[in-house]
């Protein structure tokens, strides 16, 4: 199954997510999505999520300089950012518990139709 | 929020390159939301790159970056990407290669990004500053000789001032790119450089300007006998210690003013005061006048007259009724002890 589809539709709660543990830089959330299990993640995609959120008001941004290097800016959650992630949380757990018994039936269903021929 | 940590990524070259392309493929966005969407991407490319990994295609990059942000896709994206590989095109992007190039090196480290962040907040400023020197330059230009004034004249009651103004508002509207040629990117090759071509002229004009009182400039026709010749290497005028002398009271041997006074010095070069000399500001400011030999104007003949001029010098144009009267002023001195020489024979 091709994942990316899936992960389109929930990038933005698993970004939250991360950021809403500890404030990180773009390469940093990146690296923990990866860490926690999103290993197909494209880089530019949550970039690009980061400034979408961040436009919308959900993540606040600030710059850390940096004496050798080039400046990273750092992401952390907003108190909107934050019921965005509870109110996604919810219809999340709701649409995968739906999915899930769904799938579920419908393997009963083969499984019956299977026994019965 | 925790204390995010502040391990250095050195910025690759590599990665200002590859953001360069990306900002290519860009292009049809705003400045802000192209500086919103790649702004700090060079440290995460850098780091993600020191880790392993390859640098991908700009374009697909650009394309996942700006759907990912909730952007449009990209009009401008095929046609770019065709036209790429002509000199034209290079061309094209030799500004935007230059210009992320340049902001790579500004955001080197914290100081130098805190300068540039500096000077992108003073920007308005050089917009004044080359609106000036544009109405300046017209006012050097046009006319007599006259030194730098910091309201332009022009010749003209106010023309300076309201000239001035129109620059200014001009000047600031392009900074602003609301009018050809604009600034910033997002412009053909012609309008950058055109806007590059003027302010090179807005830095270099000021090098020909008459900078009041110690600047090297040349005076009037050709003859030798005139005060006011000086060479282009020296400093016009004279000097007491390092107090400019704009006037010379002369007394004789008794001690009583003397009027028409030539002086030259030991080579038979004039002693001449400068002829942009002036004293005192606004309407208390006056100019000297010359003597004149035929037409020639002698700044060497003591004591010069004097009279009230807001602007300029005595012998530019000037509206008569905006100058006062011609005349010497009351020597500083009534008079001065006799002198005497202690081999001369006192007379009778």
């Avoid at chain 1, 589809?5 to 933005?12: A, E, F, T």
């Avoid at chain 1, 109110?87 to 419908?106: I, P, Y």
């Avoid at chain 2, 020909?208 to 009037?220: L, R």
Wanted: charged share 20%; aromatic share 8%; with cysteine.
């Amino acid at each position: 199954m091709d994942t990316t589809q899936l992960l389109k539709g929930v990038l933005d709660v698993a970004v939250l997510a991360v950021v809403e543990d500890e404030d990180g830089y773009g390469y940093d959330v990146l690296r923990r999505l990866r860490a926690g299990g999103l290993a197909e993640v494209g880089d530019a995609s949550v970039y690009g999520t980061l400034r979408r959120l961040y436009a919308a008001g959900a993540l606040t941004s600030y710059v850390v300089p940096s004496d050798e290097g080039p400046h990273r800016k750092y992401y952390g959650i907003t108190p909107a950012g934050r019921t965005q992630l509870s109110t996604q949380t919810k219809d999340w757990e709701t649409f995968a518990a739906t999915v899930t018994a769904l799938l579920s039936e419908t393997r009963k269903v083969t499984q019956l139709e299977g026994a019965r021929s | 929020m925790t204390t995010p940590s502040t391990g250095a990524t050195v910025l690759r070259p590599d990665v200002v390159e590859f953001l360069t392309r990306v900002r290519e493929h860009l292009a049809d966005l705003s400045v802000d939301e192209r500086d919103e969407l790649l702004d700090g991407l060079d440290a995460d490319l850098s780091e993600q790159l020191a880790e392993g990994g390859a640098l991908p295609d700009p374009a697909s990059y650009a394309a996942e970056l700006r759907s990912a942000a909730g952007l449009p896709p990209g009009r401008t994206v095929k046609p770019r990407k065709a036209r790429a590989r002509t000199l034209g095109a290079h061309l094209v992007a030799a500004p935007d290669t230059l210009r992320e190039r340049w902001l790579g090196l500004t955001r080197r480290n914290d100081l130098t990004r805190r300068t540039w962040t500096m000077l992108e907040a003073v920007r308005p400023a050089w917009w004044v500053l080359r609106a000036w020197i544009a109405v300046s330059l017209v006012d050097q230009l046009a006319g007599e000789w006259e030194s730098l004034t910091v309201l332009p004249t022009l010749g003209v009651p106010l023309l300076g001032p309201a000239l001035l103004l129109v620059a200014i508002v001009l000047s600031v509207l392009i900074g602003q790119g609301r009018i050809w040629p604009g600034s910033g990117p997002d412009r053909t090759l012609l309008t950058r450089l055109v806007l590059a071509g003027l302010n090179l002229v807005a830095i270099l004009a000021p090098l020909t300007f008459h900078f009041p009182d110690n600047q090297p400039y040349v005076v009037y026709r050709e003859n030798g006998y005139r005060a006011g010749y000086l060479d282009a290497a020296q400093r016009p005028g004279l000097r007491h210690g390092s107090d400019v002398v704009r006037n010379v009271y002369a007394y004789d041997a008794q001690g009583q003013p003397l009027q028409g006074v030539q002086l030259f010095d030991q080579k038979g070069r004039p002693i001449a005061v400068a002829p942009q000399s002036s004293m005192g500001e606004g309407a208390d400011r006056q100019v000297t006048c010359p003597w004149f030999n035929g037409t020639t104007p002698l700044f060497n003949v003591f004591p010069l007259r004097q009279r009230a001029q807001r602007y300029g010098t005595c012998l530019g144009k000037v509206d008569p009724s905006k100058v006062g009267p011609q005349g010497f002023h009351e020597p500083p001195l009534a008079s001065v002890p006799p002198a005497t020489l202690p081999d001369a024979v006192p007379p009778g």
